[in-house]
Structure formats: C-alpha cells, structure tokens
C-alpha cells in the first residue's frame, strides 16, 4: 500500500560527493527531507581507519552517531568503521566499503527499521535491508567522469534493482529509456529540485562594491570548470562593454586555459566564491542570467542545471546553451542558442524587454521545481513492502 506516513521511515542517503558541494542537491534533499523522516548521511567512501577508530574521542563520536539513529535524530552524519586492517590496499578499501554497509544494514535491520534508500549514484547495488525502497535519483547524463561501458553497466543494474527512478528531465529519460528498456513498465518521475525559499526572501545589503555598479548586471554563477564554453564567453563579454558581467563560483584546475584572459576583461568582475545564502543578495541585483556551458557534451545537453531555477526564483531572465531541458520553457524567460551572435542579442533583447509581469512568471516557473514539490511528487511513489 502507499506509504501514508513517510515521517515513520529512516532515510538512507549514501555520499558520492562532500556535503556543501557547490551543486549541493545532497545536502538541500536532505535537508527537505528531514522535516519529517531522520535522514542519514552515510559517508559510504570513507570508513573509519582502524588507528582512527582506537581513538577515543572518535569511538565515542562513532557510538553516539549510531545510537542518533536509532533514536530517529533528524539528521545523522555516519561514517562506518572498517572491518579489515591495511586500508592503504585498493581491494581491502573496497571491501570495508561494502563491509561497512552492511553494517549500517544490519543495526537497521535489528531494529526492524523500514529503509528508504535514495541514491544519486550507482555505488550500491544491492538490496540487503529487511525491509526497503529503493529510489535511484539520476541527476545528470553521467554521475562521474566515467563513461566506460563499465560504468553504464552499473547504472543498468541500478535501473534494474530499484523500485523507484527520479530523473532530473524529461529529456534525461527519454535518452535513458532507449539503451534501458528495463525503464519501460518501471516507477518513474522526471521532476528538478531549487531551493526556492532561500531565493525568494527578501534581499541583505551588501557593502562591496558590487553594489555602486551602474551598468546593466549579467551573472554567471556555478562551478567554473570544463564544461564553460569559453569561445562563446569570450565573444559575448566582448560585443557587451556596456555591461557588466558578474562571476561567481570556485574554478576548478580543469577550466579551459582561455578563461583566465576572460576574467581579466574590464567589463568582468569575479566575485570567488560565496555561501548559498549569499547568493540572493547578489542575484536580485543583476539583470540577467546567463548558462554559458558547452552543450555539444551530452553531460550538459542532459542536465537540467540548478542555477537556472536558482535565477528564476530571483525574478531573472535567461539566456543559456541549448540545453534541451530548457528549451520547453517560456522563450522570453528562458532563451537557449549555442550561436555567439544570437546569445549575445538576446542577452540586449531579453534586458530591454524585461518586466515586473514577465518576473512573477520566472518567479512561478522556479516554485514549481521547488525541492518541496519534488519530494512530494517522489513520496507518492513510497510503497512499503
């Protein structure tokens, strides 16, 4: 039957990524989520060592997050201890790895918890608690730089074994579905996630000097890495001088070399990075955002990126890559070209023709990727076994 009271069971969320990722989907499903279930947050890749775990300062720590468990604490951080010495081996890690998830397995399985294990990657493959549901979260095309048919083939038996399939976009799946036909006949939702709230409150002030800027505000906020199209950056900051472009996120060691001469631009103004509940202050005063990632990787012709919603809560308008989960949205909000030429008019067309109407349906479009309706959508899939 449908599981009517969610708030019963415990939430198994394993960690493939730190906690506070710039892409923090982790910490924000957690976070939704722990409202009314206990969520723990199983750091599956790094289990105590055995000279960590003879210390007593951390056997206690260990002790107290299992017992938090059991106590249903809302949220629990959980690192499990090894079981095997000499850590240092590759094999003997992975083992403990797997060894340590049994043992989160088992403690549940003692206590006759009900489990819902929601996974934004393929690092478990197996069904081992008594009682459980399985919901396998596909956030993007790949989870990893992996593409190896090793690792499709992992993901296949994730599709395979799961009771529930979350994708980031109705593109997304459609792409899945025609190497997976195990997806046919499966539970499956298409349905992003934004942190709404935090976007919608009203605005702090801020004493940088960001605030005495004059000309018109184009942010371009994320993480700086190999997927930025640097061509098209390059060109669009160049046909805009009158403006003022405005970066905000870490750089990654993999960013094409040419965005540095771009950040040295007069019209650039990088700001490093900020934490999310800064981020409002600084959108609400910028005109328009832009997604400039080379969609020609099916990486980001898949995805179904955060900050645009992130943008959109804020009352801004966009103009991105062609990345096709954008496409269907309302084109004088969302407007998507990989020409340099249309990207940087409709960057001066969208900014003229902007209005207090047309934010209000920016503003619509991002409540209805809340991490709230998400979840929502999700738990009506719950079923208990």
Known sequence: ????????????????????????????????????????LFDYFRPYSWKEISNFVILKSFFISCIDILRSKRIVYFRPPS????????????????????????????????VILWQFSTLIKSKTFKKQFFIYDCIDYINSADTTKKYLFKEREIFKISDLVSFNSEELFNNKIM????????????????????????????????????????????????????????????????????????????????????????????????RKNELPDYLKKCDLGIIPYNAKTKLVRYSNPMKAYEYLACGLPIVSTNILALN??????????????????????????WNTKKSLIAKDIAK??????????????????
């Open 1 to 40: 039957m449908l599981s009517n009271k969610p708030e019963n069971s415990i939430v198994i969320i394993p960690l493939h990524l730190p906690l506070k990722y710039p892409c923090d989907y982790i910490d924000q499903t957690a976070k939704v989520l722990s409202l009314n279930n206990s969520v723990v």
């Open 83 to 114: 079981i095997l010495p000499f850590m240092r081996l590759k094999r003997v890690r992975e083992l403990n790895e797997k060894l340590g998830y049994f043992f989160l397995s088992f403690i549940l399985w003692l206590f006759n918890k009900y």
């Open 179 to 274: 190497t997976n036909p195990i997806l046919i006949g499966k539970s499956v939702v298409t349905v992003c996630g934004c942190n709404c709230q935090l976007f919608f409150r009203k605005t702090n002030k801020i004493t940088h000097d960001f605030a005495k800027i004059s000309q018109k505000k184009i942010v371009f906020m994320g993480v700086f890495d190999h997927r930025v199209d640097t061509k098209l950056l390059k060109y669009v900051v160049g046909d805009n001088r009158n403006k003022k472009f405005i970066f905000i996120g870490p750089i990654r060691k993999n960013v094409p070399k040419s965005f540095s001469k771009i950040l040295k631009e007069k019209n650039v103004l990088y700001l490093g990075e900020k």
């Open 328 to 353: 269907d949205l309302h084109k004088d909000i969302v407007y998507t070209t990989d020409n340099q030429i249309e990207f940087s008019h409709a960057i001066k067309r969208t900014i003229m023709d």
């Open 368 to 385: 209805k990727n809340s991490w709230e309706n998400k979840i929502l959508i999700i738990k009506k899939f719950i079923h208990k076994k």
